[in-house]
T-cell receptor, first 117, second 113 residues
Framework: GAVVSQHPSRVICKSGTSVKIECRSLDFQATTMFWYRQFPKQSLMLMATSNEGSKATYEQGVEKDKFLINHASLTLSTLTVTSAHPEDSSFYIC?????????????FGPGTRLTVL | GENVEQHPSTLSVQEGDSAVIKCTYSDSASNYFPWYKQELGKRPQLIIDIRSNVGEKKDQRIAVTLNKTAKHFSLHITETQPEDSAVYFCAASIGQAGTALIFGKGTTLSVSS
């Protein structure tokens, strides 16, 4: 149990376009989902915390108008990178907390590799 | 702000030896400390975690110890195997459990046979 999926797994786009990444909890309801960014050979950096039905909480330095997060249901959160630029190229990973399970354990999705040309 | 320091950044051991990775955290309110293993290009996998009401936890070859007073926790892997080679991240909850995690910078463990 506690499976988290992400789609797409890999995306290449042109500079200036927008890209949407989906994060789904497949077999559990997630009260909270988190979005992280990971540059090559670096750690995971928290971008934002997403709660179902409310606005996301962004970490300092993360532009909320550039990284749009929508958490429409207990099983789906989306991250849209708007007007993407080459410096946005990174590995984006979501995680979800299981509402009925251990309240603090985070289950990670497989990640989305974004390359902006 | 909150910070998690992790050492060493790289660790090379011979198969069968033990490996120890240490982390310190700054937020005294943190009460949940997971360890993740990440292979290249893949998602982080939870390998063990500990909560502040416990000083030590063991799961087969893996153990974690926590010293709340000193604000540090460690991962111990015994009888290492080549398949243990990966990047290991420690993390601490930002404040109470159920909130976001702040990660250490990672330790690249290489186990040679």
């Amino acid at each position: 149990g506690a499976v988290v999926s992400q789609h797409p797994s890999r995306v290449i786009c042109k500079s200036g376009t927008s890209v949407k990444i989906e994060c789904r909890s497949l077999d559990f309801q997630a009260t909270t989902m988190f979005w992280y960014r990971q540059f090559p050979k670096q750690s995971l950096m928290l971008m934002a915390t997403s709660n179902e039905g409310s606005k996301a909480t962004y970490e300092q330095g993360v532009e909320k108008d550039k990284f749009l997060i929508n958490h429409a249901s207990l099983t789906l959160s989306t991250l849209t990178v708007t007007s993407a630029h080459p410096e946005d190229s990174s590995f984006y990973i979501c995680s979800a907390q299981w509402a009925s399970g251990r309240p603090d354990t985070q289950y990670f999705g497989p990640g989305t590799r974004l390359t902006v040309l | 702000g909150e910070n998690v320091e992790q050492h060493p950044s790289t660790l090379s051991v011979q198969e069968g030896d033990s490996a120890v990775i240490k982390c310190t955290y700054s937020d005294s309110a943190s009460n949940y400390f997971p360890w993740y293993k990440q292979e290249l290009g893949k998602r982080p996998q939870l390998i063990i975690d500990i909560r502040s009401n416990v000083g030590e936890k063991k799961d087969q070859r893996i153990a974690v110890t926590l010293n709340k007073t000193a604000k540090h926790f460690s991962l111990h892997i015994t009888e290492t195997q080549p398949e243990d080679s990966a990047v290991y991240f420690c993390a601490a909850s930002i404040g109470q459990a159920g909130t976001a995690l702040i990660f250490g910078k990672g330790t690249t463990l290489s186990v040679s046979s």
